[in-house]
């Protein structure tokens, strides 16, 4: 690890390398007309200015003898000594320069650019042609149904999708590994947008919760641990490997994708139930169309909106927000009790990006009582923690005696709840976005009968956990 931080930095420190043509190359032409063993690289290098060197002679015996080399030559550029927090920032700096790239390049390789400027009315069979260019296991016709879920997410002065995008420098990496893990197709990373927004402390009204709303019954019949102080629903990799187990026993039953992502929305059983009605033939989900739930109906069209959205767009100029969440991070175990307040208190980390970090756990505490668990800090962060941990461990009667009593658990629970005044101009969709919760969680908490009337004035209660 010390070898490669510390030539990142001789990377960084060097003297300028040769100017880059920053030209792009299409890597399909290349690889057709490139030789064996010499493939092109991404970037061509500009060949140097070629100069004439001047002739030198060899140096006498007795000049040798006079003036001898050492055995131990200095060498040109010695590798710098680096502590272990500038290592972690170099690192945690090339991992975000790394993600930045891969997310731009994925949209400049593989997604289809067309003519259309973004204030068009874009005609039927564009979307069908850029669907279609989606090369996807998973079907993604298009239809009226289809386009008014497009609508809704490209709609011009939304700014849904692009705080989507944002979020999705963080999330989809970690989403996309697991599903090639299991061997499921990386599309299917779109469900998490109409589950929850990509946001992992989204909690529906029917009580299903994190990126992937799964309720408390199956999550814990898919190993996730739910209880007061832990909802590992809420925890991004654990509810991930999860999702994946589900959704492939789903694939397992119905062998086609449409009537397994209706399954994961409703339930196998009101799937089979439409299946039944709809007759022998039925064998997808536009079949069973009429015969499903109302929600569902809208769900299969959503994802395929979704999955457009997120490919397509900059050609409704959209840009992504920034990710209001470290891009790079790193994971500890935890084998004792502790408050995510010992760690802000002692370095330099804030205590709601703690939160964003590890939203599994409900009240800030790491119940690490009899097994271990997980701790995710920024990756520039991690070797301050080593270096204070036993600073941090030392807080723990200070930070966790209030917890000791059952009753002061409930008090502490009410300070995660914030009142909201609504002013002059504001929506429920702003307000929601504000505070990282969705509009139906607004509505449940405050009992909303119409959500798009708000008076100015207004109080409305926000739960953070």
Aim: aromatic content about 8%; proline content about 7%.
């Amino acid at each position: 690890m010390k070898r490669l931080t510390a030539l990142l930095l001789c990377c960084l420190l060097a003297a300028p390398a040769p100017a880059l043509d920053r030209k792009p190359r299409n890597p399909r032409i290349d690889a057709q007309t490139a030789e064996p063993g010499n493939e092109p690289d991404e970037w061509q290098l500009e060949e140097p200015a070629r100069t004439t060197a001047r002739p030198q002679t060899a140096p006498t015996a007795e000049a040798a003898a006079e003036n001898p080399v050492p055995a131990t030559a200095p060498i040109e550029h010695r590798m710098p000594e680096l502590t272990a927090e500038q290592a972690d920032s170099l690192v945690a700096e090339w991992r975000e320069r790394q993600r930045s790239q891969s997310f731009r390049e994925f949209f400049d390789t593989y997604v289809l650019a067309d003519s259309f400027p973004a204030d068009s009315d874009v005609p039927d069979s564009v979307y069908t042609g850029r669907l279609r260019a989606l090369a996807s296991p998973i079907q993604l016709p298009y239809n009226g149904i289809v386009r008014n879920y497009i609508n809704r997410y490209v709609a011009p002065g939304g700014s849904t999708i692009g705080r989507i995008l944002g979020m999705s420098q963080y999330y989809f990496p970690l989403i996309e590994e697991e599903l090639i893990k299991e061997g499921l197709p990386v599309e299917l990373r779109a469900l998490p947008i109409i589950e929850s927004g990509l946001s992992s402390t989204a909690v529906s009204h029917a009580g299903a919760a994190g990126l992937w709303q799964f309720m408390p019954s199956t999550g814990r019949s898919y190993g996730l641990e739910v209880n007061s102080l832990v909802d590992e629903r809420c925890d991004p990799i654990l509810s991930t490997k999860a999702a994946c187990r589900y959704l492939k026993d789903l694939y397992r039953i119905y062998k086609e994708w449409s009537l397994a992502i209706a399954a994961y929305n409703c339930g196998p059983g009101n799937v089979n139930k439409a299946l039944a009605r709809a007759g022998e033939e039925s064998r997808s989900f536009w079949d069973i169309y009429d015969f499903l739930p109302r929600e569902t109906r809208g769900y299969v069209p959503a994802f395929i909106g979704a999955s457009y959205a997120y490919s397509y767009h900059r050609n409704h100029g959209i840009e992504p927000e920034a990710a209001p969440i470290p891009l790079s991070v790193d994971t500890l175990r935890i084998n004792r009790l502790m408050h995510l307040g010992q760690i802000a208190s002692t370095i330099d980390i804030p205590m709601e990006t703690l939160r964003q970090l590890n939203p599994q756990y409900k009240i800030d505490i790491i119940p690490a009582t009899t097994k271990t668990y997980t701790l995710v800090l920024p990756q520039r962060k991690i070797a301050q923690y080593i270096a204070h941990e036993q600073e941090i461990m030392a807080k723990d009667s200070m930070y966790l005696k209030e917890y000791i009593n059952p009753a002061n658990l409930d008090k502490k629970r009410q300070e995660y709840i914030t009142i909201h005044t609504v002013k002059k101009g504001e929506t429920l969709g702003a307000i929601a976005h504000k505070y990282h919760v969705t509009t139906t969680q607004l509505i449940r908490w405050n009992k909303l009968k119409n959500a798009n009337r708000l008076s100015i004035g207004q109080k409305l209660r926000i739960e953070r956990r």
